[in-house]
């Protein structure tokens, strides 16, 4: 049995948090236990950029704890305790909610993998009976789905959200196996009266039961769901385009490409050197980490930065 985690960033029984319970029931139907939050019931404050758990991490004095002492710790459990973490949200402006990029910032380098394991070697090759080693539910595989509710009829108007919701899974290194965006959900007063919605909340589920009775990693952390999408990777279509040249950039991925005319249609090819790069792979959290680390090391001092700030202190107040 495992355990299936739905975080919902929507209205209360609204579109989003009733998409995520028909997953839930399914699964739990098939025997898994279920866990069902609502981050936006929760006191959970914004990150301020202190730097204080990556120093923390980094320094050895502590596993990344926040300056802030609030309700994160509830959901920072329950996602440490899933083997499978869905994340739904509505679309606001084309993008998730506010507070979903709150719990994002939160989950950060505190909760990233490549951090916590690094810590992890640092700290053991010290010794002593007394090490403090970070919570070992972090280092668990997990596999996630992303759900984006949005009500516009028309697609783009939803388009930014599921790259930006992969930043949820970024962190903790967790395999995404399937997204879904339901656009156009202002047509319906409910989903409940969307039958066709209903059904994709089914086969998510089915995807999710089949990635958990995996037997190998291969097949556990397969791309499941229904488009393919031109990267490789993490299976979505949003590239950076560099003008004047064939290059493109998956800006969730954040590697390299070349765009290709073949038999009169565009083609997008990734080396495997830039592939296995990814952000969501640990080479690519390990080359973030090491690009944190020396910067954190190097940083050129600015001297006189107290005179030099006074002039801006009231600026504008």
């Not at 029931?25 to 990556?54: M, N, S, W, Y």
């Not at 390299?256 to 990814?278: I, N, P, T």
């Not at 959290?285 to 202190?313: C, F, P, S, W």
Request: net charge negative; proline share 3%; glycine share 8%.
């Amino acid at each position: 049995m495992s355990k299936v985690l739905a975080l919902s960033f929507g209205r209360k029984m609204s579109n989003t948090d009733v998409f995520l319970k028909e997953v839930l029931l399914k699964c739990q139907e098939a025997g898994h236990e279920i866990k069902f939050l609502r981050p936006d019931d929760l006191d959970i404050k914004p990150c301020t950029g202190c730097c204080g758990c990556v120093v923390g991490i980094m320094s050895g004095r502590t596993n990344g704890t926040c300056i802030h002492k609030d309700d994160f710790h509830i959901v920072e459990d329950a996602y440490y305790d899933a083997d499978c973490v869905l994340i739904g949200s509505p679309v606001y402006e084309t993008s998730p909610s506010g507070t979903f990029k709150t719990f994002c910032d939160r989950m950060g380098p505190s909760h990233d993998i490549s951090f916590l394991t690094e810590a992890k070697k640092e700290r053991l090759a010290r010794g002593g009976e007394n090490v403090l080693l970070p919570d070992e539910r972090a280092f668990k595989p997990r596999i996630g789905c992303l759900v984006a509710v949005g009500g516009a009829r028309t697609e783009n108007w939803t388009i930014m959200t599921i790259p930006i919701m992969y930043e949820s899974m970024m962190s903790a290194g967790v395999d995404v196996i399937d997204t879904h965006v339901y656009y156009g959900a202002m047509n319906v007063q409910h989903i409940l009266g969307v039958p066709e919605e209903m059904a994709r909340a089914d086969r998510m589920a089915e995807n999710v039961i089949a990635a958990l009775a995996a037997k190998t990693d291969e097949e556990r952390t397969k791309w499941r769901g229904e488009s393919e999408g031109a990267c490789p990777v993490c299976h979505q279509s949003m590239f950076r385009v560099h003008p004047g040249s064939d290059r493109v950039e998956c800006v969730i991925c954040g590697i390299e490409g070349k765009v290709l005319m073949k038999a009169g249609s565009f083609h997008y090819e990734f080396s495997e050197s830039e592939q296995a790069r990814s952000r969501l792979t640990y080479a690519g959290k390990l080359e973030h980490r090491n690009e944190i680390a020396d910067g954190a090391m190097t940083q050129k001092k600015v001297e006189n930065l107290k005179a030099l700030k006074e002039k801006y202190l009231h600026v504008g107040e």
